[in-house]
Every structure is written in structure tokens, then in C-alpha cells.
């Protein structure tokens, strides 16, 4: 069987727990890579200093809403193309990812002379004071240059999944975090570059990414044909891609705002708090990627369960990737509560302060982890089974329609402790709102799968 019917097989008729784990392990061992070499970022820049390790906590924000870009025409032509397959409508499929791809290019080419020519008035809006700004900038204007890189490769990366290819998604994940990770000390250190050297290092692992990924579209290895002659400008597809393509934008945007909003609620009690509450922020990434890795490889099998009507079989995934979830953040909860100021210790070099926000930071978003996998998981269902209206609505909770109110009210009542506690009281109020969204759903597909003529033992 060549590898493409291979693909197939494991989205339609593969064992329900086997397919998750072909399509997920891959997924969350990429993204952990990527989320890794975020936290070596820290740890390296660390050594520099307390203004530039808070540097590039002040740019984060900026790298979310550009990651959010490729995410919109990734996640959205993703879930799109997974119902075409198992609809078995290939030139839709094709037509999407081409369409979805041109946009990328086009939408990093604006963010790139937008955020250049306003680089200053956004830093300072983001918390960046005068001994931090330097620094920053420096750091800013390397990967903003570079910016269409990052849409392209997210995007690209998602259609890659979408298709079944989960394994070479992680292959490619693996060896640019790699590659960044080697990078890093030698262009910090060794070239005495300091925080410009981490945003190139940053930038050629990205580069090298994308090459590859372009070579496997263009050597014909893929299921679905990325191609010039494949762009359509038509309105069907942009309404499709962008219908479940936004929600994602939108709560990468929010996730930029709010860590902006940290920043500066947190700027006013120095650079160390800063840098304190930045390492806090990478290393909750770092546990959070699991999940989001895993749901990636969730997402295609749901989807194409969904477009090919085999109901019984999406139930059976969902349960399946439910406990998973759930098992895992109920481990992680229970270290980041136990070890969060050992865990910071690593990267405070001496500096008490950055131990103590960092790990009351840590403290708190653990004790609310345990509820994150539920949460992304039914988040991400919504959005595979093309019920953007529910998607939207989860993914702006978590980092707007409950962090914003939390961000600018708590720190007004609780001083900075308040700045730590807005978001575990979003996550825990996203986390029940999901409660509410889910029971209909969930009885929706439980009526499905039981009014299907035969439903397959797809085990679990």
C-alpha cells in the first residue's frame, strides 16, 4: 500500500486509540519541540540580564498574533480539508489548501510593513521601558522581517496535518527546534549577538522548515496538491476557511492582548517581574503544547469522521482523547503545584524576585490546569465538525471575554498578586462555559451515532 492510501486508512479505518496516537504522538512531540526551544530561548537569554530576558517577554505578544495569522488560513483550511477527503472530494481539498497558502503569503507580507513601520509605538504599548526597548527592538525588527516565514510554515504545517501526515509534520517540527536550540548559544554567545542572535537563530530554523515543507508539496508526496494553478478566488472557500479559521485568529489576537495587558499591569513593579512573569508564560506553553498537539491529531480524525458519516466512530475518538487529556493535566496540575519555584529557580540565576512571580504564577495556573484538556478538546471539536458560532465563543474566553474584565479589575483589588490571579479565574470560568456548550453537542453526536444504521467496534 503506498503511503498515501496509508494515510487514509489510519483517518478511516484504523483502531480509534491507534489513530489518535499515529496522528497525535507526532503532532504533540512537533509542537513540545517548538514550545521547548521557546523555553531554551529563556533560559539563554536569561543569562543576559533581567531587561533582556523581559525584552522578549515584551515581544511575545506580537509573535502570537503573527502565529495567530498562519493559524486562521492553517487551522481553517485544515478542518475544511479533512471533511473533503472523507467526503472524497479531492479537488475541493486541493483548491483550499492552494487558496488558504497564497493568503498566508499576502497576510505576512502586511503584518511584516505594518509592525515595522509602528515597531517603537508597539513596544511601549506592550510595557517596554526604556532600559527594556533597546533590547527589544532589536529583537522585534529580526523577526518581523522575517514574519511571512512564520505565517507560511504555520500554515503550510497545518495543511500537512490535515491530510493524515502527521509524522512528517513532526519530523520537520523536530529538526527546526533542533536546529534553533544549536543555534542559540552560538549566535548569543559566541557571536556576542545577545538577544538579536536568538531572533536569527529563531528565523533559520523557520526558514529551514519551510523549505522543507514546500519539497514535499512539490515532490508529490502529498495527498493534496498545493499549486498555482489550484488558487481560486472564490467565496465559497474564503467563507469556509475563514468561518473557522478566525475563531483562531481571534484568540490568538486576545492571547497578544492579553499578555500585552500583563506586561504592562506587571511593568510597574520592574524588570525583573517582567522577565518573572515571561518564563512563567513559556513554560505553561510548554505543558499546554501537549494538548495542543494532541488535538491537533484529534482534529483531522474527527473531521473526517464527521464528513463521512461515521458517527459512532468521531463518539469513539472524542471519549478516547478525553481521558487522555484529562490524565495528563491532572499529572501536570499536580507538579506545577508541588515545584514551581524549584522550576523557576532554573532561570532566575539568584534573583529572588523572578523566583517568586514566576512560581506564584506556575502555582496558580496549575491548580486550574486539570480543566484545560476538556476545555481544548471540545473547543477544537466544534471547529472539526465546522460549528464556528461555539468555536469562536470558547476560543474568546480564555484570553477576552473573561481575562480582559479579570486583567483590568484584580489588579486594582489585589495589587500584583491580582496580576496573577486573572488568568486561572478566566480559565476557570472558560472552563465552565464549555460545560454549558457541550451538553447539547454531546447529545447531538450521541443521537447520531445511535440512529447509524451499523456502527463499527472502532475501539477505544
Not at 143 to 150: A, D, G, K
Not at 398 to 409: D, S, Y
Request: aromatic residues 12%.
Amino acid at each position: 500500500m503506498i503511503e498515501k492510501d496509508k494515510r487514509i486508512q489510519v483517518l478511516s479505518d484504523e483502531k480509534v486509540s491507534t489513530a489518535l496516537l499515529k496522528l497525535g504522538l507526532p503532532a504533540i512531540i512537533g509542537m513540545l519541540v517548538s514550545a521547548l526551544y521557546n523555553v531554551v530561548d529563556a533560559y539563554f537569554i536569561s543569562w543576559l540580564g533581567p531587561s533582556q530576558m523581559a525584552a522578549v517577554s515584551i515581544v511575545f505578544p506580537v509573535v502570537q498574533v503573527v502565529i495567530g495569522l498562519g493559524l486562521t488560513f492553517g487551522t481553517g483550511a485544515a478542518s475544511c480539508i479533512s471533511r473533503y477527503m472523507g467526503d472524497g472530494n479531492m479537488p475541493a481539498a486541493n483548491k483550499t489548501a492552494s487558496s488558504a497558502l497564497f493568503s498566508s503569503i499576502v497576510a505576512g507580507v502586511v503584518i511584516t510593513g505594518v509592525s515595522l513601520f509602528f515597531s517603537e509605538q508597539i513596544l511601549v504599548y506592550l510595557g517596554a521601558s526604556e532600559t527594556i526597548l533597546p533590547y527589544a527592538e532589536s529583537y522585534f525588527t529580526v523577526y518581523m522581517l522575517f514574519s511571512t516565514v512564520t505565517v507560511c510554515y504555520i500554515a503550510i504545517n497545518n495543511v500537512v496535518i490535515s491530510e493524515g501526515a502527521a509524522r512528517m509534520s513532526m519530523l520537520v517540527m523536530l529538526l527546526g527546534g533542533v536546529l534553533n536550540i544549536l543555534l542559540d548559544p552560538v549566535f548569543i554567545f559566541t557571536f556576542k549577538l545577545g538577544v538579536y542572535g536568538a531572533a536569527v537563530a529563531t528565523v533559520i530554523a523557520q526558514v529551514v522548515m519551510l523549505a522543507i515543507f514546500i519539497w514535499y508539496f512539490v515532490g508529490s508526496k502529498a495527498n493534496v496538491e498545493i499549486a498555482p494553478s489550484h488558487i481560486a478566488f472564490e467565496k465559497n472557500i474564503y467563507l469556509a476557511v475563514l468561518k473557522l479559521g478566525l475563531p483562531m485568529f481571534a484568540f490568538q489576537l486576545l492571547s497578544g492582548l492579553s499578555m500585552g495587558m500583563t506586561n504592562t499591569a506587571i511593568s510597574e513593579y520592574g524588570d525583573a517581574a517582567v522577565a518573572g512573569i515571561g518564563i512563567a508564560l513559556r513554560i505553561l506553553a510548554l505543558v499546554s503544547f501537549v494538548i495542543f498537539g494532541f488535538v491537533k491529531g484529534f482534529q483531522p480524525l474527527a473531521g473526517y469522521s464527521y464528513g463521512a458519516g461515521d458517527y459512532g466512530r468521531l463518539k469513539d475518538a472524542t471519549t478516547a482523547t478525553l481521558k487522555w487529556t484529562g490524565g495528563y493535566c491532572a499529572v501536570v496540575a499536580l507538579l506545577l503545584c508541588l515545584f514551581n519555584r524549584e522550576i523557576m529557580e532554573l532561570f532566575s540565576h539568584g534573583d529572588l524576585s523572578i523566583v517568586e512571580i514566576g512560581g506564584s504564577v506556575l502555582l496558580y495556573n496549575g491548580a486550574v490546569f486539570i480543566l484545560f484538556g476538556f476545555f481544548m478538546v471540545y473547543s477544537t471539536l466544534f471547529l472539526a465538525l465546522g460549528k464556528a458560532g461555539e468555536g469562536m465563543v470558547l476560543n474568546l474566553s480564555r484570553q477576552g471575554i473573561f481575562f480582559i474584565p479579570a486583567i483590568l479589575i484584580l489588579p486594582g483589588i489585589f495589587g500584583m498578586d491580582g496580576v496573577v490571579y486573572a488568568q486561572p479565574v478566566a480559565e476557570a470560568l472558560s472552563f465552565a462555559l464549555a460545560s454549558l456548550l457541550f451538553i447539547p453537542l454531546k447529545r447531538s453526536l450521541d443521537g447520531l451515532a445511535g440512529s447509524a444504521a451499523f456502527v463499527p467496534d472502532h475501539g477505544v
